[in-house]
């Protein structure tokens, strides 16, 4: 999958990726391969990016998350 977190000033982060855990408004929630398309709001916390040897982790400031065939887009107001 490709990922890319986005700010108003900035890319933050862009590569290939094995699974993505974002804070959604209802609670955390994974992305993996395949996932079926949904567009979601953020709220403030950590999004774990899980590649396949590591693992990298962003705080956001709120924002948006899009996935649709394997592309996932995290527009974020900000990054702590």
Known sequence: MNLE???PDKKV???EV???TVPGTLGS???LKD???IISTLEDGEVIIKGKADEERFFIKGGVV???HN???VLA???A
Request: no cysteine; hydrophobic share 50%.
């Open 5 to 7: 977190i986005l700010t």
């Open 13 to 15: 982060y862009e590569g």
């Open 18 to 20: 094995t699974a993505v």
């Open 29 to 31: 929630f994974q992305i």
């Open 35 to 37: 996932h079926a398309p």
């Open 66 to 68: 899009e996935a649709i």
């Open 71 to 73: 592309k996932i887009v």
């Open 77 to 79: 107001e900000g990054i």
